[in-house]
C-alpha cells in the first residue's frame, strides 16, 4: 500500500514538472515504481537518491552560470 502511494506522488511530481511527461505516461511511471522498488536493494536505493542529488546540483550550478548576470549599478558622479 505505502509503495503505490509512494508510486503516485512520484508520478504525479513527474507528470507536473517535466512537459514532456503527460498523464498518462506519468500514471504508468507511478505503476512501475512499486515494482523496481520492490527489486532493488537498500544501498541501491541509497545510490540512486545520492545520484540523483548529485545530479540536480550540477544542474542546477550548470544553469546558474550560463544565466546572465544583470550589470552592476554605476557610481553617482560627483561635481
Keep these: ?3 503505490k502511494i509512494i508510486g503516485a506522488a512520484i508520478g504525479a ?3 507536473k514538472n517535466s512537459p514532456a511527461v503527460g498523464g ?9 515504481v512499486p515494482f523496481v ?9 541509497v545510490a540512486l537518491g545520492v545520484g540523483g542529488y548529485v545530479a540536480k ?10 544565466a546572465p548576470r544583470p550589470a552592476p549599478p554605476s557610481a553617482p558622479v560627483q561635481q
Design 13 to 15: 511530481k513527474l507528470a
Design 1 to 3: 500500500m505505502l509503495k
Design 24 to 32: 498518462a505516461t506519468g500514471a504508468a511511471l507511478g505503476a512501475a
Design 57 to 66: 546540483r550540477w544542474l542546477d550550478k550548470e544553469k546558474a552560470e550560463q
Design 37 to 45: 522498488l520492490s527489486r532493488i536493494s537498500l544501498p541501491a536505493m
